[in-house]
Structure formats: structure tokens, C-alpha cells
């Protein structure tokens, strides 16, 4: 916890409190309401914890204005140039970048886990075929916790972190097999001999029937979209999972809720939505009809993909993923796709129309992944699976810093209630 550097004095009618204030390493100072409701007897309110830090972390730090996001310290745009995903996953989970044989080891463990219990195939089996490949990563994830009793023990160090390479290594899988189910064709077991990103490709798109090489441009941009999306600070999902960490549930059911509320078109949910929405504006032609719906105050339509709540001035993964997505659709030589050619016209549309540039809304990380995503054949349904096997290191992460931490409490916030006083029973005939 930061040290006290400042007070913050709050009247509420004549009572005068002196709340303490605490300086982050970067970022605004905070006040610290915790003692507010004993000695004022009020509440903060804060709905969709606009102005509210739930905890202190030393993970992750996104700047909106500056459009900065940076993990450990280091920024995003270095990372997704000179790292790549494991490596990124090593420096979320213990803090700093790995030695050469650190690294070498950490790849080694994860590939070692890939496979998951052979009995957990049930489960996928139980599933209807047009199942949503989400819900079944809720269902297999959470089922997890029934296969896996040598690391649900969160009060052991070493328990938590075979749950947290379990969870990275088998997610992928995890993905793929929902993906190949919901097509009717046989699971692919993982290959130790590709590294993450390309055996997740070789996963999803190989069938026994024939070789399946790797194009490792596709692998590259692979690893960089599960780069990009690997933390973000207390977002909604990641907050999810603090939040039912809270509580001492096992790793498994966390991580099962974080991907539960990454499933929203809010959240994770947006880079299928986006896909969608592309589909249904169908020819550039039409794009102005849906700019003046997005508009439109009584039309409930947003443009998906573009607008962040923390990024207001650019999204820094957009900005990677953009010269990605280039990269790639040149590559697989589908720049003239009609899909790809309304999302050109309507990213160049948006920018330029001043009621996008006053709310400054423009194209966030999702709108360039799913672009990517459909690219190299992947159905919208996997975009968001895509991104929960991505950020399960920044949930693991997280989770493993809150239990860290010997303040961490029970989260529990409490309300404004607007509802009835208290009133007797009225018995059903007298209603
Ligand atoms: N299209 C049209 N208008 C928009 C959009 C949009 N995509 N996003 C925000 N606005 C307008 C909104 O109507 C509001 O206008 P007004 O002030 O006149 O009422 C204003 O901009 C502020 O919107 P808000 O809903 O108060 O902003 P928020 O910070 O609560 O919402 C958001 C952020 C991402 C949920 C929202 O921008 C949105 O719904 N975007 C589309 C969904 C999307 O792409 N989500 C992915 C986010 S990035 C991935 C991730 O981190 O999960």
C-alpha cells in the first residue's frame, strides 16, 4: 500500500473529515474512503465505478489521455514489437522480464500443460453442436475445478501457481476444442513442437486427414493479438474475477466468471459484434445510413468497435493491430474482401465526422482484431474465445497479486437504495 502523502478535507453539513491521500507511482492521487461511512455515516456512489480505485495493484497502468498502456512499466507498442506472448505472460505474472533460461523454462512448463484431462472430452460432448463456443469455455472452465484438486488450494503458493500455468497452457485448448466441436470435426491434441500462438492455428485449423503447416506470418500476427489483449487493468472481467477471488473461490470458478463477463458486447463480446455489425452494413454505400443511426440519440445503435471508457484519445493496441491487420490481409491477399472494404470506408468515415472526434470515439483493439481475426478464417463466434484465452494471463495475474496481498477483504460494496420502507405483510386476499 502507497504511503499517506496528502489529506483531503470533505464537509458533510457540520461534520469536518480529514481523509487521507495517497500518491500512485503514475497516474491521479487517490482519497481513501474507508473510514467515511464510521466517521460520517454516508456513502460514496459511483455507479459503473467511474471514479473509484477497488484495490492497488503494481501490474498494469493505462493512461487515456495519452493513450499509454503499460505492463510492468514497459509500453504495449515495445512489447508487442520486440516480445511476444510468453514472454509477456512471464513478466505479468512475476513482475519482471525473464532471463534467457527463466524463459526457456516458463515455455517449457506452459507447453508441458497444453493437454487437459482426457476425461474433461465429456464434457464437450454434452454441449449441442451450435453451442456458443463462450458458453462452453464457462462450462469447461468451472469444470476444471472438479478435475484439477491438486490446485484449488488458494492458501498454497505453489498450488496457485500450478492453477496459474494450468490455466494459460490448457485455455488455448480449451478454444480450439470448442471450435472444432461446434464445426463436427475431431479434436487436434496440442504439438509440443510449435510454440503458443502457431500450435493454437495448427489446433483450430489442422484435421487428421492432412498436414497442416503454420504460415508463420499468421502465427506472428497471432501472438500478437493474444499480446495485445494479454491485461488491462480492472476492467469489467478482470474485476470480476478480483471480485469473486474475494470470496475464496477456487482459481477455476474465477476465471469461469471472468470469462462469463467478458462475453458482453460491452467487453470481449464487441469484436463479433463489430464483425456483425460489418455484415449487416453489408456495401460502403450503406455506411452513412449507420453513421447517422450511431448518431441518432433515440437509436439505441453504437458503431462496435469504436469508443473506450479509459482510452480518449487513441487505444494503443488499435494502433499495433491496425499495421497488423494490414500486414495479414495483404499476406492471405484479401485486401479487396467487400467485408474489409466497408470496415476501411467506415474507420475513414468515423474519423472524419466531427460528432465521433468531439465524443472522441475511434477505433479500439476490437475493431482491428476482428478484421484479422475473419482475415484468416476464424468464424465471429471465435473472436471473443480468442480474447478470453488472451487475457486469462491478466486475470491469472491479478488474482494472484489480490491473494498476495494479506490486506485483501471480501468485496462488497453497498448501495443507494430507492426501494419501499419497511411495511407489514398484507395477506393475498386483502391485495
Ligand atoms: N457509437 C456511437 N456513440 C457512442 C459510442 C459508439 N460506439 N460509444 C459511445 N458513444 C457515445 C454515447 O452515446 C455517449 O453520448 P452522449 O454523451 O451524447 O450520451 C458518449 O459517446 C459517451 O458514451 P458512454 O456510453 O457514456 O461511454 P462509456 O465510457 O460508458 O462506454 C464503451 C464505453 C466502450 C462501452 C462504448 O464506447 C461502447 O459501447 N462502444 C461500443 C462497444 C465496444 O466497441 N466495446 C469494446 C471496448 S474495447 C475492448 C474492451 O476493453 O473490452
Redesign the pocket.
Known amino acids: 500500500m502507497a504511503k499517506q502523502t496528502g489529506t483531503a478535507k470533505l464537509t458533510i453539513g457540520d461534520k469536518e473529515l480529514d481523509l487521507p491521500m495517497y500518491s500512485p507511482s503514475v497516474g491521479p492521487d487517490v482519497i481513501d474512503i474507508r473510514a467515511l461511512y464510521a466517521q460520517g455515516g454516508v456513502f460514496t456512489y459511483d455507479p459503473?465505478f467511474?471514479s473509484t480505485a477497488s484495490c492497488d495493484s503494481t501490474i498494469t497502468f493505462i493512461d487515456g489521455g495519452k493513450g499509454e498502456l503499460l505492463h510492468r512499466g514497459y509500453p504495449i507498442d515495445q512489447l508487442a514489437e520486440k516480445s511476444h506472448y510468453l514472454e509477456v505472460c512471464y513478466l505479468l505474472l512475476y513482475g519482471e522480464l525473464p532471463s534467457a533460461t527463466e524463459l526457456e523454462e516458463f515455455e517449457g512448463t506452459i507447453t508441458n500443460h497444453t493437454m487437459i484431462h482426457e476425461q474433461m472430452h465429456m464434457f464437450f460432448r454434452g454441449f449441442r453442436r451450435d453451442a456458443h463456443p463462450m458458453a462452453t469455455m464457462v462450462g469447461v472452465v468451472g469444470a476444471m475445478s472438479a478435475f484439477y484438486h491438486d490446485s484449488t488450494d488458494i492458501s498454497d503458493p505453489r498450488q496457485r501457481e500450478i492453477a496459474s500455468h494450468r490455466l494459460i497452457a490448457k485455455m488455448p485448448t480449451i478454444a480450439a476444442m470448442a471450435y472444432k466441436y461446434s464445426i463436427g470435426q475431431p479434436f487436434i491434441y496440442p504439438k509440443n513442437s510449435l510454440d503458443f500462438a502457431a500450435n493454437f492455428l495448427h489446433m483450430c485449423f489442422a484435421v487428421p486427414a492432412e498436414n497442416y503447416e503454420v504460415d508463420p506470418i499468421l502465427a506472428r500476427a497471432m501472438d500478437r493479438i493474444f499480446t495485445l489483449h494479454a491485461d488491462?487493468e480492472q476492467?469489467?472481467?478482470t474485476s470480476t474475477v478480483r471480485l469473486a477471488s474475494s470470496s475464496g473461490a477456487n482459481p477455476f470458478a474465477c476465471i469461469a466468471a471472468g470469462i462469463a463477463c467478458?462475453w458482453g458486447?460491452?467487453?470481449?463480446g464487441?469484436?463479433q459484434?463489430?464483425l456483425e455489425m460489418l455484415k449487416e452494413i453489408g456495401t460502403p454505400d450503406r455506411i452513412p445510413e449507420f453513421i447517422a443511426r450511431?448518431?441518432d440519440?433515440d437509436d439505441p445503435?453504437?458503431?462496435?468497435?469504436?469508443?473506450?471508457?479509459?482510452y480518449k484519445n487513441t487505444?494503443p493496441r488499435a494502433t499495433v493491430l491496425k499495421q497488423s491487420a494490414d500486414e495479414v490481409l495483404e499476406l492471405l491477399g484479401v485486401e479487396n474482401n467487400p467485408l474489409l472494404q466497408v470496415a476501411k470506408e467506415l474507420e475513414q468515415t468515423a474519423l472524419s465526422d466531427p460528432?465521433?472526434a468531439e465524443?472522441k470515439?475511434f477505433p479500439?483493439?476490437?475493431?482491428y482484431s476482428g478484421i484479422i481475426l475473419e482475415a484468416m478464417g476464424f468464424p465471429t463466434s471465435m473472436f471473443t474465445p480468442i480474447?478470453a484465452l488472451s487475457r486469462t494471463v491478466g486475470w491469472i495475474s491479478q488474482w494472484k497479486e489480490q491473494l498476495s496481498d494479506p490486506a485483501h477483504k471480501i468485496g462488497r460494496p453497498r448501495q443507494l437504495y430507492m426501494g419501499a420502507e419497511m411495511r407489514d405483510y398484507v395477506d393475498v386476499e386483502n391485495r
Open positions: 459503473g467511474t488491462h476492467n469489467a472481467s467478458l458486447p460491452a467487453h470481449g464487441a469484436n459484434a463489430c450511431a448518431k440519440k445503435f453504437r458503431l462496435m468497435g469504436f469508443g473506450h471508457r479509459v487505444d460528432y465521433f465524443k470515439l479500439n483493439v476490437d475493431f480474447f
